[in-house]
């Protein structure tokens, strides 16, 4: 299924991976369980919400390379001041949210260089 995503999905499903990053690291940090992140659980959903809604590969990999990077740059960044449930529940959310900003922006971009040759 190859449709563009409306914002306002994008902006559901962002505030969706804030929930869960924020429980899911509330719920690590009062078990005192550091080693077991929540980025990849927010990773599967997202990737079984493009399977199941917009399969479009460019945006795809376009939000993955952008998230990864966004991710790693600001666990690095705001660990040392923020610690470790923080940092990481921050930069998850965040990461995923540009991510599907990105997905969203370049599969229009697509959707619009695919209408406009037909």
């Known amino acids: 299924m190859k449709r563009v995503v409306p914002w306002s999905e994008a902006a559901f499903v962002a505030v969706v991976c804030w929930v869960v990053s924020g429980l899911g690291y509330g719920v690590f940090a009062a078990l005192d369980e550091p080693q077991l992140p929540v980025a990849p659980l927010i ?9 199941v809604r917009h399969r479009c590969w460019p945006a795809a990999v376009a939000a993955g390379l952008t998230g990864f990077a966004v991710l790693f740059a600001l666990v690095d960044t705001l660990r040392p001041g923020l610690g470790r449930y923080v940092a990481d529940a921050l930069a998850t959310g965040a990461a995923a949210t540009v991510a599907l900003a990105v997905f969203t922006l370049v599969g229009r971009g697509v959707g619009r260089r695919r209408h406009a040759t037909r």
């Open 43 to 51: 990773g599967m959903g997202l990737g079984q919400w493009f399977w």
